[in-house]
Each structure stands twice: as structure tokens, then as C-alpha cells.
């Protein structure tokens, strides 16, 4: 029962690198969403994806690009690093229309520093 | 945009008391709300989810009710632990989205 896990679990970086956190889910929900967690903010949702190769933006998407090539994988990159993208981003799946697999699960997250 | 309050940020109860954590939301067009736990250095848990057609869910312990016409969600806790400390979190559902509010982070002290 892997459920759904991100890697890496931590990650330091520096400003204008390219970055892509990693999201695998074992259950073949549908939906996959990525989030950030910050102080003050709560969770933020940067993007989605309804299946595979559908993807659409969430409410702070600008600096980040996902793919959806697999139904199981959701990569996040962050193709030029800045500091405000400091966060914690979590993955996170669901099945919607589905009763109970409406719930969202969560990763573990990952802990991202931008120096 | 929908705008998620839960009042207040934090809570500290003695060991066995009965608590309710609040949850208000602006725009009554939603498709579900959900409670989720979050422990430090964690990711969140799902621990109810209720239906815009519902009025609460239980489990266990938790009872979580919606009122969805005043825009108000309650999760209640009944015979509180020390293990349930943590950020208890609630999220509303709109129709691609979920807006969560910034959580109220329990403490039960033995």
C-alpha cells in the first residue's frame, strides 16, 4: 500500500536553477494536484492535472510547469529558481465522483530552500 | 474568490475535555468540505469529508458537521487525547479547487 510519495524530501538550491520535485501515485486516482505550504497562506494550489496529459493552472502557477504523461507520475518544475519559492509543496491525489475517493490524499512533502 | 477562516489559530484543552474547531467559508456554491489533520514535518490526512447534500459525518471520535447555507463548518472532538495534538485543517471544495484555511493547531495536555 505505497499510496502516494514525492521525492525529494528535502532540497536546497540555488536561485535560477531548475528544480523538479517529484510525485508517484499507486492507486490510479484520477486527479493529482500540486500545492504549496507556506506561513500566513495556508495551502496554495499551483496546478492540477484531471488524467492523464490534462493539466490546468491552480491558483499560483506563475514560475512552474507540470506534465502528466503517465497517469501515475506528476512532476513539478520550477524552471528558473527564485527565492519566494522557498516552501514546503505537497502532492496530493483523488478520484473525484467517486464517494469516499473524493477525499485528497497527501504526500509527505517536500521541504524546497532557494538560496 | 472563496475565502476560508478557522478561528481560533490555536487551541489548548486539558486531557479528556470535548472541543469544537470552527470553520467559516464565503461562498455557499461548494461541492464538499473536508477536514484533514496535519502533524509537524507531515503531510495532511483526510479524516471526513461531507457532501454539499450533507449535513455532518462521523468517525470515531470526530464529528463533523456543514451548514452550508450560512457557511459554516464545525469539527468536533469528543474526549480529546494527547495524541490528537496537532494543525487540524478544513478545505472547501469548489468545482477544481480546494481552498484551505490556515488551521487551528491543537494541543491536549495530559
Known amino acids: 500500500d505505497a499510496g502516494i510519495t514525492q521525492s525529494p524530501r528535502y532540497k536546497i538550491t540555488e536561485t535560477g536553477r531548475q528544480v523538479t520535485l517529484m510525485c508517484h501515485q499507486t492507486?490510479?486516482?484520477?486527479?493529482m494536484f500540486w500545492y504549496r505550504q507556506d506561513l500566513g497562506h495556508g495551502l496554495r494550489l499551483i496546478y492540477y492535472s484531471a488524467a492523464a496529459d490534462i493539466t490546468d493552472k491552480g491558483e499560483v502557477p506563475d514560475g512552474y510547469v507540470v506534465s502528466r504523461s503517465k497517469t501515475e507520475n506528476f512532476p513539478l518544475t520550477l524552471e528558473s529558481a527564485t527565492r519566494s519559492q522557498t516552501s514546503v509543496y505537497f502532492c496530493?491525489?483523488?478520484?473525484?465522483?467517486?464517494?469516499?475517493?473524493?477525499?485528497?490524499?497527501f504526500g509527505s512533502g517536500t521541504q524546497l530552500s532557494v538560496l | 474568490k472563496q475565502e476560508v477562516t478557522q478561528i481560533p489559530a490555536a487551541l489548548s484543552v486539558p486531557e479528556g475535555e470535548n472541543l469544537v474547531l470552527n470553520c467559516s467559508f464565503t461562498?455557499?456554491?461548494?461541492?464538499?468540505l473536508q477536514w484533514f489533520r496535519q502533524d509537524p514535518g507531515k503531510g495532511l490526512t483526510s479524516l471526513l469529508l461531507?457532501?454539499?447534500?450533507?449535513r455532518e459525518q462521523t468517525s470515531g471520535r470526530l464529528n463533523a458537521s456543514l451548514d452550508k447555507s450560512s457557511g459554516r463548518s464545525t469539527l468536533y472532538i469528543a474526549a480529546s487525547q494527547p495524541g490528537d495534538s496537532a494543525t487540524y485543517l478544513c478545505?472547501?471544495?469548489?468545482?477544481?479547487?480546494?481552498?484551505f484555511g490556515t488551521g487551528t493547531r491543537l494541543t491536549v495536555i495530559p
Open positions: 492507486w490510479s486516482h484520477s486527479y
Open positions: 496530493a491525489s483523488s478520484d473525484k465522483g467517486r464517494g469516499t475517493n473524493e477525499k485528497l490524499f
Open positions: 461531507i457532501q454539499s447534500s450533507q
Open positions: 478545505a472547501v471544495n469548489g468545482a477544481n479547487n480546494l481552498f
Open positions: 461562498d455557499s456554491a461548494i461541492y464538499n
